[in-house]
């Protein structure tokens, strides 16, 4: 059900409004403040051009763009006391909607965090998340420390935000599946080599979780010749694509989905009912299930001694090779990766 793109909702359903945000260039805070305002303005003309909606999801770097220019310098980190987050939060609870919005957030204690927020629409912060997977060797911020959380959300929905590269690893769809989301939102700032990847993630997270997927990425120059995706896409809980954008920049792609459906498939499935059966293996022949982890991988995970056949093999382990110093040591405050890229 995507009622006409979200035109036909009914009382049940949360309908979405995916921003396909042109990138923004970004080279001072006073950039990063006037593209703050310009998010601002976004969702206030789509809440008040489409009143149905419930949410309005922005891109992964909607406020800092992808320039590592930029990323080198402190000055255009946020804080999520700062005056942009208080600009978001005031939106959101000026227009009744909710909104979901990505900042690069300022660490003392080392390189930035790619963090996430979700607003409600009140102005409260329901969700605030750290991205757990930078995306290595490009990226400089540091992995995330807070885990994934997950929030009550509007119309029975129970929300989780995966931040771009934590949305190709399935246990990080799976984690806040677990946790109990039923609308796995994700941000991203991807170019088009990425797409096909984007696809089969966005649908599989979906299937894997019994969940409903709603994902999208920056769009338009930056003035590298290769241009982010836009890509908006929403799956159902059978992992099929419901709505889809293309690569126009700012097009808000809408849809409405009915959260209690996914609810509802994790109740009454038997077969592919995946998340359930992970942990009650066999339970036609055996009462309740195995419940043991036969996953070599997870126990090591578990106990800091994860390491694949071809560890020493594996050629690029540092940012180097994307202009990037050495990597901070364990117990140190300097972020030394970023310094490398000043010349420091």
């Known amino acids: 059900m995507t009622g006409l793109g979200g ?3 009914s009382p049940t359903s949360l309908t979405l409004g995916l921003v396909q945000q042109q990138v923004p260039l970004i080279t001072s805070l006073d950039d990063v403040d006037a593209t703050t ?7 206030r003309e789509a809440k008040a051009g489409f009143a149905a909606l419930d949410l309005v999801v922005f891109p992964e770097y909607s406020l800092h763009g992808l320039r590592k220019s930029s990323w080198a310098s402190d000055e255009v980190m946020c804080d999520m006391d700062g005056p942009q987050v208080e600009r ?7 227009s009744t909607v909710w909104g979901c919005f990505s900042i690069m957030e300022r660490n003392p204690g080392g390189a930035p965090f790619n963090s996430g927020i979700i607003v409600d629409d009140q102005g409260g912060i329901a969700l605030y998340v750290r991205k757990l997977h930078p995306w290595t ?25 995966l931040i771009c590269h934590d949305g190709m690893f399935p246990e990080v ?7 109990g989301a039923n609308v796995l939102l994700r941000t991203a700032g991807y170019k088009f080599p990425l797409r096909q990847s984007w696809r089969i993630t966005n649908e599989a997270n979906a299937f894997h979780n019994l969940a409903y997927t709603a994902s999208v990425c920056l769009a338009g120059e930056d003035g590298n010749g290769i241009p982010s995706m836009g890509e908006a896409m929403v799956c159902d809980y059978e992992g099929t694509i419901i709505e889809r954008g293309d690569s126009t920049p ?29 942990g009650h293996r066999g339970y036609t022949a055996l ?28 050629r690029i382990v540092d940012g180097s090779s994307e202009g990037y110093g050495p990597p901070r040591r364990d117990g140190s405050p300097i972020d030394t990766a970023r310094a490398g890229m000043r010349g420091e």
Do not use: F, H, M
Not at 37 to 43: G, S
């Open 287 to 314: 009462d309740g299930g195995a419940r043991d982890c036969p996953y070599t991988y997870v126990r090591d995970l578990a106990d800091g001694t994860y390491r694949v056949p071809w560890e020493d093999e594996v």
């Open 7 to 9: 035109l036909n909702p």
């Open 37 to 43: 305002d310009r998010v601002c303005r976004q969702l």
């Open 88 to 94: 978001l939060r005031d939106a959101c609870r000026e």
């Open 173 to 179: 769809a799976r984690e806040a599946s677990y946790r």
């Open 137 to 161: 060797p490009k990226e400089p911020w540091e992995p995330g420390d807070i885990g994934l959380p997950v929030c009550p959300g509007p119309k029975g929905s129970v929300l989780s935000l």
């Open 250 to 278: 700012d097009r808000v792609v809408t849809v409405s989905i009915e959260p209690a459906r996914a609810d509802a498939a994790r109740r009454e499935w038997g077969v592919e009912n995946n998340i359930y059966q992970l």
